[in-house]
């Protein structure tokens, strides 16, 4: 075991016997230890095993379920592995990053070929195109890749199950072969008894040069022949009884089987010649026959992995997948039977010996057609119309095709799911009267149906098939499409008009409100329209740069105003107001601009710095909604000429969510503050720059020397702290150096004199400075409320699809939105999400401008809500809606929103 079973550093091991295992694991131990190897990190699918690891301390522990097994992700709980997708990375536009994320899925057993080999074909045609690797694919072909991304980023919903081979049960190995002209490839099957499972796929794209497909199906066979020594390695000590290949080409059959090739294809005749040494070989080291078999397309698996396959498409037929055709789990596995035409007397006994008629699988609902394939009534009706046309032409009858797929599919789901009603309805007599019957009246009209009767059949206001509607299944897929077209046809209005118009089209159901409220919920027009946001958590601790003073402006804050108008000699010109926030003792500094421009911003930022110093940190606005700040910030951060003039600072800067003005509620109540100064002091006046450079140092003035602590009236000492008592300390005068002016005349003042003005300052500042952290700091919490919360939960995840809320638009003029990054606070609640819309673009958004959709990749969102921390408080829920919250056709009513104060509004990034 430790010879051939470690892969690097990782150690694996399967066996049937818990005891044998026990007894590996315990001398693994101790020979790895006498070479000071520790063995850790071990885990099993065995509660003994697991016992004794935790008793050594061995036994692995963190916060996943899952273990990682050689790229896949393993659960020993439910003994189940799936593929990791978690080195997945959107964004991919050229052939190297194709190429990179699609070689990020590691499957190494193949399991997921079905769709994987979608990604290899997508590079085989970018190779046609001659393109360079970092040449942009064209959009049909990007717009492929994109719909394949969705379905590797879903790979991990996909569970195998691990255990498939008991290793002392008689076992046969089945090989389904099969090629197009894209790929070709094999998948191989463990059959033992009456259980059969997949353990090995394996495909190649079909190479650039033209081949036949009789050639590409050979080149199958030869890849399964050549993989054969390796499969039969990894199960030493197993007896195989034989091993069969399957083919549905026969042509293929018969160059296998035949001695002698009647070809000129010298590609063909080496293949050959390749393929009788690898059998032979086979016969000779493992002693096991090889018997090739014909199989019909429609029951080789393989099919799925010369095409590929959708992740939507592949679930239903993920069982067919995994366990091959129906007739593997026989007891002796009865291959079906075909006429062979292409194969001579002599192969097709070989082929057929020991072939009886095949067994197939149960048919599914809706019969021939299959209702659990269409999401659509309309698409439905129109495939069956087809068909019944064509059979009408068959048989040359003259009826109404869409009649006659209307009374077949109405049939089919009757009988199978009345079928004791309908044989009560057909012979009465002697027999006790069913519930359903007797309650609904039915009876079996001239066409075959089961129909019901109520007690209006007098009435002339409506015709016969509304009087006297149809009976169907409550849990069928056709009366899902039924009712999902009435709720189409009423405009979405909701269940009760979904209800009437069903009704009203001629059908009845039992419990009928039930399942129409249960189709409906799956409606994703109605959902998108009609959902709530995510709910949103409470207020958490003010970030750091708010309650730790090192100097002022070390953390500032930036924003514009609106335009103002100043007069000029050559008329009213527009000019802009730039502020500065200090976030920490709410200082404010402005700047009068000419335009938003790059260069008047630096030389705003220049000003600012040469009286405040370096920040290391600026703050901004991310909104959208204001075409003159439309990424403007990210545009002068990223300037050359900041870059040149400031850049060598290292200043970073942070932009808040989008649409989220709470966020930057620091520098949002100042700006508010100064335009309520400004238009009381100039109103509707005009004035000219020096003017308005005047008014707004009065006013930056006034606002800095606000408070920001309370006083009483009897307090004595020092005085209220203000912004001015941080970045003016001189402002108040107390501390200047007063020396009669005669005095400073005739001579200068002592060296003691400036030193004990020095000292006082300092000693003013300290004060200031324990004033701030002593009553402003603690007065903050005064203003703070309602912060309990108890079992909040972060439902939204990465990956899941949401609408992103834009308030300068309306619902249907919104985005979608996939998530990439969730942005926690201290708390380690979810705020704020960074997600890719629907437009291309990544943005910030906050948590309250998303709403959920039934578009989940990762999870599902059905779980119970906890419940509230508080019944009668009004704080929205934190958590997310569920079904019941949404209603089809009628909105939820909004809850009435609380007020928040000032500082709860205060700046949260995090």
């Given at each position: 075991?430790?010879?051939?079973?470690?892969?690097?550093?990782?150690?694996?091991?399967?066996?049937?016997?818990?005891?044998?295992?026990?007894?590996?694991?315990?001398?693994?131990?101790?020979?790895?230890?006498?070479?000071?190897?520790?063995?850790?990190?071990?885990?099993?699918?065995?509660?003994?095993?697991?016992?004794?690891?935790?008793?050594?301390?061995?036994?692995?522990?963190?916060?996943?379920?899952?273990?990682?097994?050689?790229?896949?992700?393993?659960?020993?709980?439910?003994?189940?592995?799936?593929?990791?997708?978690?080195?997945?990375?959107?964004?991919?536009?050229?052939?190297?990053?194709?190429?990179?994320?699609?070689?990020?899925?590691?499957?190494?057993?193949?399991?997921?070929?079905?769709?994987?080999?979608?990604?290899?074909?997508?590079?085989?045609?970018?190779?046609?195109?001659?393109?360079?690797?970092?040449?942009?694919?064209?959009?049909?072909?990007?717009?492929?890749?994109?719909?394949?991304?969705?379905?590797?980023?879903?790979?991990?919903?996909?569970?195998?199950?691990?255990?498939?081979?008991?290793?002392?049960?008689?076992?046969?190995?089945?090989?389904?072969?099969?090629?197009?002209?894209?790929?070709?490839?094999?998948?191989?099957?463990?059959?033992?008894?009456?259980?059969?499972?997949?353990?090995?796929?394996?495909?190649?794209?079909?190479?650039?040069?033209?081949?036949?497909?009789?050639t590409l199906e050979l080149l199958s066979v030869y890849l399964a022949l050549k993989c054969l020594p390796s499969l039969l390695e990894s199960y030493p000590g197993m007896v195989f009884s034989g091993i069969s290949v399957a083919v549905d080409a026969q042509i293929v059959l018969s160059w296998v089987l035949s001695d002698t090739l009647k070809t000129k294809n010298q590609f063909v005749k080496n293949r050959l010649k390749d393929i009788k040494q690898n059998v032979s070989l086979i016969r000779e080291k493992y002693l096991v026959d090889i018997r090739f078999r014909y199989v019909p397309t429609s029951d080789n698996p393989a099919d799925l992995i010369t095409r590929g396959i959708a992740l939507k498409k592949f679930k239903p037929q993920l069982g067919f997948w995994l366990y091959g055709p129906a007739w593997l789990a026989d007891d002796c596995v009865n291959w079906p039977i075909s006429e062979l035409n292409c194969l001579s007397a002599d192969n097709r006994?070989?082929?057929?010996?020991?072939?009886?008629?095949?067994?197939?699988?149960?048919?599914?609902?809706?019969?021939?057609?299959?209702?659990?394939?269409?999401?659509?009534?309309?698409?439905?009706?129109?495939?069956?119309?087809?068909?019944?046309?064509?059979?009408?032409?068959?048989?040359?009858?003259?009826?109404?095709?869409?009649?006659?797929?209307?009374?077949?599919?109405?049939?089919?789901?009757?009988?199978?799911?009345?079928?004791?009603?309908?044989?009560?309805?057909?012979?009465?007599?002697?027999?006790?009267?069913?519930?359903?019957?007797?309650?609904?009246?039915?009876?079996?009209?001239?066409?075959?149906?089961?129909?019901?009767?109520?007690?209006?059949?007098?009435?002339?206001?409506?015709?016969?098939?509304?009087?006297?509607?149809?009976?169907?299944?409550?849990?069928?897929?056709?009366?899902?499409?039924?009712?999902?077209?009435?709720?189409?046809?009423?405009?979405?209005?909701?269940?009760?008009?979904?209800?009437?118009?069903?009704?009203?089209?001629?059908?009845?159901?039992?419990?009928?409100?039930?399942?129409?409220?249960?189709?409906?919920?799956?409606?994703?027009?109605?959902?998108?329209?009609?959902?709530?946001?995510f709910r949103y958590p409470k207020v958490t601790n003010l970030p750091k740069h708010r309650v730790n003073l090192i100097r002022p402006f070390l953390h500032t804050g930036v924003d514009f105003t609106g335009h103002l108008w100043i007069r000029t000699e050559s008329g009213d010109k527009k000019v802009y107001l730039l502020l500065f926030t200090c976030l920490s003792v709410r200082a404010v500094h402005l700047e009068i601009i000419d335009d938003m421009s790059t260069h008047s911003f630096v030389s705003a930022m220049i000003r600012f710095v040469n009286i405040y110093g370096i920040p290391t940190h600026l703050y901004s606005d991310n909104a959208r909604s204001f075409v003159a700040r439309s990424s403007l910030f990210e545009k002068m951060y990223t300037s050359d000429e900041f870059s040149d003039r400031l850049g060598k600072y290292n200043i970073k800067h942070l932009t808040i969510p989008m649409y989220s003005p709470w966020f930057g509620s620091v520098w949002?109540?100042?700006?508010?503050?100064?335009?309520?100064?400004?238009?009381?002091?100039?109103?509707?006046?005009?004035?000219?720059?020096?003017?308005?450079?005047?008014?707004?140092?009065?006013?930056?003035?006034?606002?800095?020397?606000?408070?920001?602590?309370?006083?009483?009236?009897?307090?004595?000492?020092?005085?209220?702290?203000?912004?001015?008592?941080?970045?003016?300390?001189?402002?108040?005068?107390?501390?200047?150096?007063?020396?009669?002016?005669?005095?400073?005349?005739?001579?200068?003042?002592?060296?003691?004199?400036?030193?004990?003005?020095?000292?006082?300052?300092?000693?003013?500042?300290?004060?200031?400075?324990?004033?701030?952290?002593?009553?402003?700091?603690?007065?903050?919490?005064?203003?703070?409320?309602?912060?309990?919360?108890?079992?909040?939960?972060?439902?939204?995840?990465?990956?899941?699809?949401?609408?992103?809320?834009?308030?300068?638009?309306?619902?249907?003029?919104?985005?979608?939105?996939?998530?990439?990054?969730?942005?926690?606070?201290?708390?380690?609640?979810?705020?704020?999400?960074?997600?890719?819309?629907?437009?291309?673009?990544?943005?910030?958004?906050?948590?309250?401008?998303?709403?959920?959709?039934?578009?989940?990749?990762?999870?599902?969102?059905?779980?119970?809500?906890?419940?509230?921390?508080?019944?009668?408080?009004?704080?929205?829920?934190?958590?997310?809606?569920?079904?019941?919250?949404?209603?089809?056709?009628?909105?939820?009513?909004?809850?009435?929103?609380?007020?928040?104060?000032?500082?709860?509004?205060?700046?949260?990034?995090?």
């Open positions: 075991m430790l010879r051939s079973h470690f892969y690097v550093d990782n150690l694996v091991k399967t066996h049937n016997s818990p005891d044998e295992l026990l007894s590996l694991y315990q001398e693994a131990g101790k020979i790895m230890l006498e070479g000071n190897f520790l063995l850790r990190s071990c885990n099993s699918n065995n509660e003994l095993l697991r016992s004794q690891m935790e008793k050594d301390g061995s036994l692995v522990v963190h916060n996943s379920c899952f273990e990682k097994v050689l790229g896949y992700l393993y659960d020993p709980s439910a003994d189940k592995i799936s593929v990791s997708c978690s080195a997945l990375r959107t964004g991919a536009s050229t052939k190297r990053e194709i190429l990179s994320q699609n070689s990020s899925v590691f499957d190494p057993l193949s399991l997921c070929l079905p769709i994987t080999i979608k990604g290899r074909l997508l590079l085989r045609e970018l190779w046609k195109l001659k393109l360079g690797w970092d040449a942009q694919i064209p959009a049909e072909y990007l717009s492929a890749w994109n719909i394949l991304f969705e379905d590797l980023t879903q790979l991990n919903s996909l569970e195998f199950p691990r255990y498939v081979v008991d290793s002392s049960a008689p076992s046969q190995l089945v090989v389904f072969c099969d090629a197009s002209q894209k790929a070709y490839g094999f998948a191989a099957y463990m059959v033992q008894g009456s259980s059969q499972n997949v353990i090995f796929a394996k495909s190649r794209v079909a190479p650039l040069a033209s081949r036949t497909l009789p006994m070989v082929v057929l010996s020991n072939v009886i008629q095949k067994v197939g699988p149960a048919p599914e609902e809706g019969g021939l057609i299959g209702l659990e394939r269409y999401s659509s009534l309309a698409k439905l009706m129109r495939v069956a119309t087809y068909l019944f046309r064509f059979v009408n032409r068959l048989k040359k009858h003259d009826r109404d095709p869409a009649l006659c797929a209307k009374l077949y599919l109405f049939k089919h789901v009757q009988s199978q799911f009345f079928s004791e009603e309908k044989q009560f309805l057909l012979n009465p007599q002697g027999k006790q009267v069913l519930h359903l019957v007797a309650d609904l009246n039915l009876f079996i009209d001239a066409e075959g149906l089961i129909r019901t009767r109520g007690r209006t059949g007098k009435t002339e206001f409506y015709d016969y098939e509304v009087l006297y509607p149809i009976l169907l299944p409550r849990n069928s897929h056709l009366t899902y499409l039924i009712i999902l077209n009435s709720h189409s046809d009423c405009k979405h209005l909701g269940i009760a008009a979904t209800l009437n118009k069903f009704r009203l089209s001629g059908f009845w159901v039992p419990r009928a409100r039930q399942a129409v409220k249960t189709a409906i919920s799956s409606c994703s027009l109605c959902r998108k329209y009609n959902s709530i946001s949002e109540r100042l700006i508010k503050t100064v335009k309520l100064c400004l238009y009381k002091s100039i109103g509707r006046g005009r004035v000219d720059y020096f003017d308005l450079l005047t008014e707004m140092s009065d006013i930056q003035n006034a606002v800095n020397s606000r408070p920001l602590t309370y006083r009483c009236s009897g307090d004595s000492g020092l005085e209220v702290i203000t912004p001015n008592s941080f970045i003016r300390p001189n402002y108040n005068g107390e501390v200047f150096l007063r020396i009669d002016k005669d005095v400073f005349m005739d001579e200068p003042p002592a060296r003691t004199s400036l030193v004990e003005a020095l000292d006082s300052r300092d000693l003013l500042l300290k004060n200031f400075r324990r004033v701030w952290h002593q009553e402003y700091l603690l007065s903050l919490r005064e203003q703070s409320k309602d912060l309990y919360q108890n079992n909040f939960h972060n439902i939204i995840q990465v990956e899941d699809v949401v609408l992103v809320k834009n308030p300068a638009k309306s619902r249907p003029y919104w985005y979608l939105g996939r998530v990439l990054e969730l942005v926690g606070g201290d708390d380690e609640n979810v705020r704020s999400v960074k997600l890719r819309r629907s437009d291309g673009g990544i943005h910030s958004h906050s948590l309250k401008h998303l709403y959920p959709l039934e578009l989940s990749l990762t999870h599902s969102h059905q779980a119970a809500n906890p419940p509230n921390e508080n019944a009668n408080e009004a704080v929205t829920p934190v958590d997310q809606p569920t079904d019941q919250d949404v209603r089809c056709g009628r909105p939820q009513r909004r809850r009435r929103r609380r007020r928040r104060s000032d500082n709860e509004h205060d700046f949260l990034w995090y």
